[in-house]
Every structure is written in C-alpha cells, then in structure tokens.
C-alpha cells in the first residue's frame, strides 16, 4: 500500500509565495516520477510540473520561471516552490507518483489535494 499526501496550501496575496509538499509513504521499492497538478473551479485538471527519477524538470508555460519543482529522494518528498503567485494560480493542488512497490513496475498514485488561493 502507498500513500501520497500533500501539505502546505492556504491563502496568499498575489506576488506571495507558497511552497508545497509531497510525501510518499508505505511499501516503495522504487519511485520512478512525481508531478504537480492543478484543477481550478470548472476547468480541467491540469499538469503545473513534473521532475524524473533522475531530476530531469519540466513545466507549464503558465508557470515556467515562477514555480520550481524538486525533490529529496532519501525522503520520497516532492517540494513545489511558487512564487509570484496569481489569482489564477487559485486552484486546488494535487500530487501524483509514478511509484513501484516490490512485485509491480510501478502505478499511479494520487493524494487528496491541498487548496491554494490566492487573493487579496
């Protein structure tokens, strides 16, 4: 079994920063990449950013330059640094893993999302 939660959204002004976090946790033999989502009220989910095994980084246009996407492997965390921040940023923000358990080469796993706003 493996669990995915993330951690660290609230309410900010516009040019503020957030940064949020990722954990994944249980039977993990390996963990192969691990992304950032986003889904705003009546818009589709959306990929914010994305980083391999391996560091390789990418992101959406939207937020190329404003937002960093990294992680510390020895604790199977993901990090997202956003910095100035828009009120389209507003949107819940969910974590995806691409992880493998011992026995399998690897399934999606999902957390539960973490609200970010940004407003005045």
């Known amino acids: 079994q493996v669990q995915v939660v993330e951690s660290g959204g609230g309410l900010v002004q516009p040019g503020g920063s957030l940064r949020l976090s990722c954990a994944a946790s249980?039977?993990?033999?390996?963990?192969?990449?691990m992304g950032w989502y986003r889904q705003a009220p009546g818009k589709q989910r959306e990929l914010v950013a994305r980083i391999t095994s391996g560091g390789s980084t990418s992101y959406a246009d939207s937020v190329k330059g404003r937002f960093t996407i990294s992680r510390d492997n020895a604790k199977n965390t993901v990090y997202l640094q956003m910095n100035s921040l828009k009120p389209e940023d507003t949107a819940v923000y969910y974590c995806k893993g691409l992880i493998a358990t011992p026995g399998d080469h690897g399934y999606n796993y999902w957390g539960q999302g973490t609200q970010v706003t940004v407003s005045s």
């Open positions: 249980g039977s993990i033999f390996s963990i192969y990449a």
